[in-house]
């Protein structure tokens, strides 16, 4: 397993999920299920094996010799299987926060939603604030997915804003919810 050198644990369980940084084993079931879910995400084609590839290689492979990257990603396993993946991204370690980003199979969104955005919003909090010392962390999501809120809300997160009409998807603009939650421990 690799290790990112400014965290002191690296890896977290929570309500039978773990996370781990990112594996290379898992960079096709990654590329899958952000192809299977382009709809949401900020990606505007499909990956190729090629691209995954060339990503873990440049991208992915430097996040762990930083002491401040951009990103930090882990695995989301359940039973040491891959079901999702996700971390914090666009990381601005001057303002101290980030991003949160996470996804899982579609396949499994009806029977583990919940609990795994409930479980993986508890484990990655714990390295942003305890770990990171981050102030703040947010979720950025094209609203589309309204479900999806009442579940970020329940993990204390608050409705930060709404930012009306701010992208263009498909051939009309969307509004993007921003969820955020504060370090009250820093």
Not at 37 to 53: V, W
Not at 124 to 149: C, G, N, S, V
Not at 171 to 180: A, E, M, N, R
Request: hydrophobic fraction near 40%; proline fraction near 4%.
């Amino acid at each position: 397993m690799r290790n990112y050198p400014f965290l002191q644990q690296q890896s977290l369980t929570h309500n039978g999920f773990s996370i781990v940084p990112i594996r290379d084993e898992d960079k096709y079931t990654i590329m899958h299920m952000r192809n299977d879910q382009l709809f949401h995400l900020r990606q505007q084609l499909p990956l190729t094996k090629q691209k995954q590839d060339d990503y873990f290689a440049a991208i992915i492979t430097s996040l762990f010799v930083q002491q401040q990257p951009k990103q930090v990603l882990f695995s989301f396993l359940q039973n040491d299987e891959c079901i999702g993946y996700g971390g914090l991204v666009h990381i601005n370690w001057v303002d101290k926060y980030a991003e949160i980003s996470f996804i899982i199979k579609p396949s499994l969104e009806k029977e583990l939603l919940d609990v795994s955005w409930q479980s993986f919003l508890d484990m990655i909090e714990q390295i942003a604030f305890a770990q990171m010392k981050l102030h703040k962390i947010f979720t950025y999501a094209f609203d589309m997915r309204p479900y999806l809120y009442p579940i970020i809300e329940s993990c204390n997160f608050y409705k930060e804003a709404v930012l009306k009409e701010h992208c263009f998807f498909n051939d009309k603009f969307i509004d993007v919810v921003i969820h955020s939650k504060i370090n009250n421990n820093d």
